[in-house]
C-alpha cells in the first residue's frame, strides 16, 4: 500500500492544542483554519481527537467536524468520548469518515465488533496510547494516556483486530510532543502482529523520523501534529525524503 501522511489535530474545547507526553496543553488556534490549510497542502487524511473528552464523558467535536467538512475533501478520522453506536452515527453524519476509539473500547470491547458491523470495518479504527514499560513491552493507557489499562498493546492490537477493528492508530506517550522521532520498535512490533493498517504517531519532528516509521516501524500511515503545526517542515518536503529513500508515495 501507498503510505498516508496524516495531520493529527487534538482539540480541546473548540481549540486545537498541542502538548508534550499529552500534557502541558498549548492552545494553537481555529481546528478548522489548519484542516484547510493541511488540506491545500496536500495532506492525505486528517484526524480529530478529541482530548479531553473520556474526562468529561462527552464528544463535542460534531459542529467542529461539520464546519471542516463543507471546505475539506479527504477522509477525516474523528475520536475521543465515543461510547456507543449512536455517538458515531452523530459524528459520520456531520462528516467523519472513520471512528476511532480507545477508553470506550478497552472498557467494552465489544464495542469495537458493533461499531464495525453497523458502518464497516474500515470505519473502526481502534486508538492505542502506548506507554513502554520495559524492552520490548508496552502497556495501553485510557483517558488521554492518563490511566493504564494493565492490557499489552500487542495483544490488544491482535484482539481488536479480530472483533472487527479495520485499522490502529497508535501513539507512543513516551515520543509525543517531544520532536524525538517514533518508537520505531513500539510500530514494527504491532505492524508485524496484526494484518491491518497501523498509523504511527507521536515523536515527529523532522522528515527523517517519517522515512524510519515507515521503513523500519513498517507503518501504513504516519500521523504528524506539531511537525505541521508549527511549520517545521513542509509537507512537500516529507514527501520528497520518502520518494528519495526509494518509496512511492502519492502525489496530491
Not at 22 to 40: S, T
Not at 166 to 176: F, N
Request: hydrophobic share 45%; with cysteine.
Amino acid at each position: 500500500m501507498t503510505p498516508r501522511l496524516i495531520a493529527r489535530l487534538d482539540i480541546k474545547g473548540r481549540n486545537l492544542i498541542k502538548g508534550i507526553q499529552l500534557e502541558g496543553l498549548r492552545v494553537l488556534g481555529d481546528p478548522a483554519d489548519f484542516a484547510r490549510r493541511h488540506y491545500r497542502d496536500g495532506i492525505d487524511e486528517l484526524i480529530y481527537m478529541d482530548a479531553v473528552a473520556s474526562l468529561y464523558q462527552r464528544n463535542s467535536l460534531a459542529d467542529i467536524v461539520s464546519h471542516t467538512a463543507r471546505d475539506v475533501f479527504v477522509p477525516l478520522t474523528v475520536g475521543g468520548g465515543v461510547r456507543t453506536v449512536e455517538d458515531a452515527r452523530v459524528l459520520l453524519r456531520a462528516g467523519a469518515d472513520k471512528i476511532a476509539i480507545n477508553t470506550a473500547a478497552i472498557a467494552r470491547p465489544a464495542l469495537i465488533t458493533e461499531i464495525s458491523r453497523h458502518f464497516g470495518s474500515q470505519c473502526m479504527v481502534l486508538s492505542i496510547d502506548a506507554k513502554r514499560m520495559g524492552p520490548d513491552r508496552w502497556m495501553a493507557y485510557t483517558d488521554n494516556g492518563r490511566e493504564p489499562s494493565g492490557l499489552d498493546v500487542v495483544q490488544w492490537a491482535r484482539q481488536a483486530e479480530e472483533l472487527g477493528a479495520g485499522e490502529i492508530l497508535l501513539t507512543s506517550v513516551d515520543r509525543e510532543g517531544t520532536r524525538k522521532g517514533l518508537d520505531t520498535a513500539l510500530t514494527l512490533a504491532v505492524s508485524a502482529a496484526v494484518g491491518i493498517p497501523v498509523i504511527a504517531s507521536g515523536g515527529v519532528g523532522d522528515a527523517v523520523h517519517v522515512v524510519e516509521g515507515l521503513r523500519i516501524g513498517q507503518a501504513s500511515a504516519i500521523a504528524m501534529a506539531d511537525l505541521l503545526h508549527y511549520g517545521r517542515v513542509p509537507l512537500s518536503a516529507v514527501r520528497q525524503a520518502i520518494t528519495e529513500a526509494g518509496m512511492e508515495i502519492r502525489t496530491p
